[in-house]
Nanobody, 123 residues
Framework: QVQLVDSGGGLVQAGGSLRLSCAASGRTSSSYSMGWFRQAPGKEREFVAAISWSGGSTYYADSVKGRFTISKNNAKNTVYLQMISLKPEDTAVYYC????????????????WGQGTQVTVSS
């Protein structure tokens, strides 16, 4: 059973940056693709970014392209989301996700979810 613990959220001013981390544990976690979703108050959870298990392929929502970067450290079984040029509309709870493949992540149906970390961007 893969488990995810995400962290790194906080309060930041518009234009600032944050880095989220998600540590995976479990026997097969190193072979899982991983990703990030977010859910703002009153809105549905939405896909943000995904990375293949090897780190060789990455995918982004149009709203974050050029500002967010997803990366993976396989030695540490950890995925990161570096966020720059943050906007108030980026305010949300961010959830880490994992699945054997990126397809399920990109389609909003990953096998495993983290507990979420709050990101608040003030104007």
């Amino acid at each position: 059973q893969v488990q995810l613990v995400d962290s790194g959220g906080g309060l930041v001013q518009a234009g600032g940056s944050l880095r989220l981390s998600c540590a995976a544990s479990g026997r097969t976690s190193s072979s899982y693709s991983m990703g990030w979703f977010r859910q703002a108050p009153g809105k549905e959870r939405e896909f943000v970014a995904a990375i293949s298990w090897s780190g060789g392929s990455t995918y982004y929502a149009d709203s974050v392209k050029g500002r967010f970067t997803i990366s993976k450290n396989n030695a540490k079984n950890t995925v990161y989301l570096q966020m720059i040029s943050l906007k108030p509309e980026d305010t949300a709870v961010y959830y880490c996700a994992a699945d054997p493949g990126t397809y399920s992540i990109r389609n909003g149906n990953p096998r495993v979810w983290g507990q979420g970390t709050q990101v608040t961007v003030s104007s």
